[in-house]
């Protein structure tokens, strides 16, 4: 199974009971009838993110945050050196590009990843912008947002609006969202360091670890 399949599955496994996911499954079997080409890997991923906005009754843009948010402890663990070589997610987030190249990229080998412009507003805020869709945005604030906790931090999101992008920028489908962190008094850390989560350690997680090495 591609590794985006496994992450997937991985996150929804979590949703809910046995009935949800296989609801979940089964629906996005349905969706993928109509595509062109069901058995591709990146189609695969759409419709179960699709199956998976009908079935826990939120809006397509909001599950692909909270799948976002619900993959990070997943990758976290894969991801475990890269996030310790960051005292803090600013800095991890100035050194984005690197990390989508060199860790996130191979989930979706087929399909190159945006290239992220992250700008410094003040010491304690970033500007973040891409090419991509609504969906794509969405899935990266979840990341990002999920991230953040890793490092006891929360992430407050802030979307630029169209009236201050370029008419350039508008046609090119240029996404735009500013971004700081404050201290989440929820999460514990250790010297500022990620801390994994518990709840990512059954056979699903283990599973799929494997799929990083």
């Given at each position: ?117 992250v700008e410094m507003l003040d010491l304690s805020a970033l500007r973040l912008s891409f090419i991509g869709d609504e969906n ?78």
């Amino acid at each position: 199974m591609p590794a985006l399949l496994a992450l997937i599955d991985a996150v929804v496994a979590e949703l809910g009971d046995d009935a949800l996911v296989a609801g979940i499954h089964g629906r996005a079997a349905v969706l993928r009838s109509g595509a062109g080409n069901a058995a591709d890997s990146v189609v695969r991923a759409i419709t179960l993110m699709q199956a998976t906005s009908e079935h826990v009754g939120r809006s397509l843009v909001d599950t692909y945050q909270l799948v976002g948010e619900r993959a990070v402890p997943l990758l976290s663990q894969a991801m475990a050196q890269q996030m310790r070589h960051h005292g803090t997610v600013h800095t991890f987030c100035l050194h984005l590009n690197s990390i989508v190249q060199s860790e996130l990229q191979a989930l979706i080998p087929t399909v190159p990843l945006p290239f992220v412009d992250v700008e410094m507003l003040d010491l304690s805020a970033l500007r973040l912008s891409f090419i991509g869709d609504e969906n794509a945005l969405a899935l990266a604030r979840g990341l990002l947002g999920g991230v953040a906790r890793c490092y006891g931090q929360e992430a407050r999101f802030i979307e630029v609006s169209e009236s201050m992008m370029s008419p350039a920028a508008r046609a090119s489908g240029r996404r735009y969202v500013d971004i700081s962190f404050v201290a989440d008094t929820r999460a514990e850390t250790v010297h500022h360091r990620p801390v994994a989560n518990d709840r990512s350690r059954g056979p699903l997680a283990v599973a799929l670890k494997g799929l990083f090495r």
